[in-house]
């Protein structure tokens, strides 16, 4: 009985080699059944003479004329086609192989599969542990809506990278460039809730913007050098700012009241950071300084009174040692600092107070960067010897992964001492800490693996030094980047692609370098300032709100002279009084003009005046000076 008129030749030779093997195993009886159903069936490899015609030639025959074919041959076989196919397409995990395996482990992959993945409507519906699966690296293109909605529907979630495709990022533009200070603004912050934007600038002012709609709220006054940084507490209650006059001032955010003025630091304030460990009624807020001191400032958060002596510790090992930089750990626990001495210094608060717990001296050069990761215990700190390394505690000792600024990406090094002329500009993680970014004198973002030190991408698109790189705080795949060459670049690290670029350019006076830049807390709006004292505010959707307002804006009692007392506490000079209990001010442009009254009324406090009202009184002195009266 023939039934092989549907098998092809090489159908054929398999069932040869299958039987051939079974035969050398355990399963003879296994062997002699399906080698009776062949012979019976006709489903082995013919012979065929010299005029075509196929001539059946049964088992035994087979094995006498194939000698050169072992029993275990298509064991051989499979054996080889794992590392022969590696070499075209990698597998996820090298070295294993497998016939059963699934996508890049798979055995009938190929690149196509691989780079090239399409999901259908169910994969969208489809959830692991309750929630929605994360889409692959490889898909082809961008989910379409209308598999996302359905299953939204079908169980209450969707997956943010379906919902959000990078392409997305394109649609983002800029809503206003306002000109809010007279000279470089260094620090830009949002609030926990992202209604407020705050920034701080060497006119020594702290200025207070709406986020909605791009409106100057409020200038807090004080400080009499150049603001250094900016922190915001977790409970969004109150703001400080550290300045090169060596006091750290701290407002309440919701009265602007002066709480604190905080004179610990002999030197400049370089940074500062509020702890986010909860330990009943009592916070923390850490300051570094130019004197080589770091301090923890204890206070309340139901009075909000601050001690007025901080827990200092005096890590100045030689003269001139400064603190350059602090990073806490995601819960608080753990304080990593940076300083010109080349060494890491990591803080511990597990007890009633910080103790410093080690000293790492691994870089040959200032430390003037790290970062704590957001969801984990590992933190990276960059150096001007050339090298970020990414720490974290194993074994009872902090070991650390090298990251070689003059590393390619084909993973060679270039010679010792060839790393000499870089130096690391600023460090950074994505948001689930599966990347690590840095950013180095070459202008050239690099991309690495923090758990193996491998160099994933290198992201060229600036063309001087960067200083701001800033992960989405909700989306894993952007990155955000700003230098001094007025370039902002949204990058997605998943491709190492760039998304979408801004130019600061600034008519008449070339481009601005943007100094820093921040996210709102939910990803949808972020904030640059830049050396010519502007805001530049960026976000989705329409511009109008942002359109009512005057290109300049600033208060008439911006800059007018204040008084201190023994505690650093001012007065306004003119009037005797608080700034912050001042009436409301008028809105001027950069010489001090008042600008017309419907702009006026932008003016907390000033928005139900009537038109009268919103016309200042302007007097001279006996110099000759403009004063409002």
């Given at each position: 009985?023939?039934?092989?008129?549907?098998?092809?030749q090489f159908?054929?030779e398999?069932?040869?080699?299958i039987?051939?093997?079974l035969?050398?195993?355990?399963c003879?009886?296994t062997a002699?059944?399906?080698?009776?159903?062949l012979e019976e069936?006709q489903?082995?490899?013919?012979r065929?003479?010299?005029?075509?015609?196929?001539?059946?030639?049964?088992?035994?025959?087979?094995?006498?004329?194939?000698?050169?074919?072992?029993d275990d041959?298509?064991?051989?076989?499979?054996?080889?086609?794992?590392?022969?196919?590696?070499?075209?397409?990698?597998?996820?995990?090298?070295?294993i192989h497998?016939?059963?395996?699934?996508?890049?482990?798979?055995?009938?992959?190929?690149k196509?599969?691989?780079t090239?993945?399409?999901w259908?409507?169910s994969?969208?519906v489809?959830?692991?542990?309750?929630?929605?699966?994360?889409?692959p690296?490889?898909?082809?293109?961008?989910?379409?809506?209308?598999?996302?909605?359905p299953?939204?529907?079908l169980?209450g979630?969707?997956?943010?990278?379906h919902a959000?495709?990078?392409?997305i990022y394109?649609h983002?533009?800029?809503?206003?460039?306002?000109l809010?200070?007279?000279?470089?603004?260094?620090?830009?912050?949002?609030?926990k809730?992202?209604?407020?934007?705050?920034?701080g600038?060497?006119?020594?002012?702290v200025?207070?913007?709406?986020?909605?709609?791009?409106?100057?709220?409020?200038?807090?006054r004080?400080?009499?050098?150049?603001?250094?940084?900016?922190?915001?507490?977790?409970?969004?209650?109150?703001?400080?700012?550290g300045?090169?006059?060596?006091?750290?001032?701290?407002w309440?955010l919701?009265?602007?009241?002066?709480?604190?003025?905080?004179?610990?630091h002999?030197?400049?304030?370089?940074?500062?950071?509020?702890?986010?460990?909860?330990?009943?009624?009592?916070r923390?807020?850490?300051?570094?300084?130019?004197?080589?001191?770091?301090?923890y400032?204890?206070?309340s958060?139901?009075?909000?009174?601050?001690?007025?002596k901080?827990?200092?510790f005096?890590?100045?090992?030689?003269?001139?040692?400064?603190?350059?930089?602090?990073?806490?750990s995601?819960?608080?626990?753990?304080?990593?600092t940076?300083?010109?001495?080349?060494?890491?210094?990591?803080?511990?608060?597990?007890?009633?107070?910080p103790?410093?717990?080690?000293?790492?001296?691994?870089?040959?050069?200032?430390?003037?960067?790290i970062?704590?990761g957001?969801?984990?215990n590992?933190?990276?700190?960059g150096s001007k010897?050339?090298?970020?390394?990414?720490?974290h505690?194993?074994?009872?000792?902090?070991?650390?992964?090298?990251?070689?600024?003059?590393?390619?990406?084909?993973?060679?090094?270039?010679?010792a001492?060839?790393?000499?002329k870089?130096?690391?500009?600023?460090?950074?993680?994505?948001?689930?800490?599966?990347?690590?970014?840095?950013?180095?004198?070459d202008?050239?973002?690099?991309?690495?693996?923090p758990?193996?030190?491998?160099l994933?991408y290198?992201?060229?698109?600036?063309?001087?030094e960067?200083?701001?790189?800033?992960?989405?705080?909700?989306?894993?795949?952007?990155?955000?980047s700003?230098?001094?060459?007025?370039?902002?670049?949204?990058?997605?690290l998943?491709?190492?692609?760039q998304?979408?670029?801004?130019?600061?350019?600034?008519?008449?006076?070339?481009?601005?370098?943007?100094?820093?830049?921040k996210?709102?807390?939910?990803?949808?709006l972020?904030?640059a300032?830049?050396?010519?004292?502007?805001?530049?505010?960026?976000?989705?959707?329409s511009?109008?709100?942002h359109?009512?307002?005057?290109?300049?804006?600033?208060?008439?009692?911006?800059?007018?002279?204040l008084?201190?007392?023994?505690?650093?506490?001012?007065?306004?000079?003119?009037?005797?009084?608080?700034?912050?209990?001042?009436?409301?001010?008028?809105?001027?442009d950069?010489?001090?003009?008042?600008h017309?009254?419907?702009?006026?009324?932008?003016?907390?406090?000033?928005?139900?005046?009537?038109h009268?009202?919103?016309?200042?009184?302007?007097?001279?002195?006996?110099?000759?000076?403009?004063?409002f009266?």
């Amino acid at each position: 009985m023939s039934g092989n008129e549907n098998f092809s030749q090489f159908d054929l030779e398999l069932y040869f080699l299958i039987v051939r093997l079974l035969s050398s195993g355990p399963c003879k009886k296994t062997a002699e059944v399906l080698k009776h159903e062949l012979e019976e069936c006709q489903l082995l490899p013919k012979r065929i003479d010299w005029e075509g015609q196929e001539h059946f030639r049964s088992l035994d025959s087979l094995i006498q004329f194939y000698k050169h074919i072992p029993d275990d041959y298509l064991k051989r076989i499979c054996q080889r086609i794992g590392p022969l196919l590696d070499k075209d397409v990698p597998t996820n995990v090298t070295g294993i192989h497998s016939l059963l395996g699934a996508g890049r482990q798979s055995m009938l992959r190929t690149k196509e599969t691989i780079t090239k993945t399409v999901w259908t409507s169910s994969d969208h519906v489809a959830t692991f542990h309750g929630r929605p699966a994360l889409p692959p690296t490889s898909l082809a293109s961008p989910p379409h809506l209308m598999d996302i909605l359905p299953s939204r529907q079908l169980h209450g979630q969707m997956c943010h990278q379906h919902a959000l495709p990078p392409h997305i990022y394109n649609h983002v533009s800029m809503f206003c460039r306002t000109l809010g200070h007279l000279t470089a603004v260094y620090c830009v912050a949002f609030d926990k809730l992202g209604q407020y934007i705050f920034t701080g600038a060497d006119d020594h002012l702290v200025k207070i913007w709406s986020s909605i709609d791009g409106r100057l709220l409020a200038t807090l006054r004080g400080h009499s050098a150049e603001i250094t940084d900016l922190a915001i507490s977790h409970d969004n209650c109150l703001l400080a700012a550290g300045s090169c006059d060596k006091l750290i001032r701290v407002w309440d955010l919701k009265t602007l009241t002066p709480l604190a003025v905080l004179h610990g630091h002999t030197g400049i304030v370089t940074s500062l950071e509020f702890c986010p460990l909860p330990r009943g009624d009592v916070r923390f807020l850490a300051s570094a300084g130019g004197d080589g001191n770091i301090c923890y400032w204890m206070y309340s958060i139901k009075s909000k009174n601050f001690e007025s002596k901080p827990v200092k510790f005096i890590e100045r090992s030689r003269a001139g040692v400064q603190m350059l930089c602090l990073s806490f750990s995601p819960g608080g626990i753990f304080l990593a600092t940076g300083s010109s001495d080349h060494v890491v210094r990591v803080f511990c608060f597990t007890g009633p107070v910080p103790e410093k717990i080690c000293e790492l001296e691994a870089h040959n050069d200032m430390v003037d960067s790290i970062r704590y990761g957001n969801c984990s215990n590992q933190f990276v700190s960059g150096s001007k010897d050339g090298t970020a390394r990414v720490w974290h505690y194993e074994r009872q000792e902090w070991r650390c992964i090298v990251l070689n600024m003059s590393t390619k990406t084909t993973g060679v090094a270039a010679a010792a001492g060839g790393n000499s002329k870089l130096q690391v500009t600023m460090v950074g993680w994505n948001i689930d800490d599966t990347l690590v970014i840095t950013a180095s004198t070459d202008f050239i973002l690099k991309v690495w693996d923090p758990h193996t030190g491998k160099l994933i991408y290198e992201l060229k698109g600036h063309e001087d030094e960067m200083f701001v790189l800033e992960p989405n705080p909700v989306d894993t795949r952007i990155m955000l980047s700003a230098g001094h060459d007025g370039h902002i670049i949204i990058w997605d690290l998943d491709r190492g692609q760039q998304i979408k670029s801004f130019f600061n350019l600034i008519a008449g006076q070339g481009h601005g370098a943007v100094f820093d830049c921040k996210w709102s807390p939910d990803g949808q709006l972020f904030s640059a300032t830049d050396s010519h004292g502007h805001l530049l505010q960026f976000g989705y959707g329409s511009d109008e709100k942002h359109k009512r307002n005057p290109c300049e804006m600033f208060f008439h009692t911006d800059y007018r002279p204040l008084m201190q007392d023994a505690n650093h506490y001012v007065l306004d000079e003119q009037t005797q009084q608080p700034p912050h209990l001042m009436p409301p001010p008028f809105l001027v442009d950069v010489d001090g003009t008042p600008h017309p009254p419907h702009y006026q009324k932008l003016v907390p406090g000033r928005g139900k005046c009537s038109h009268q009202q919103l016309i200042p009184a302007v007097g001279l002195t006996p110099s000759g000076q403009c004063i409002f009266i």
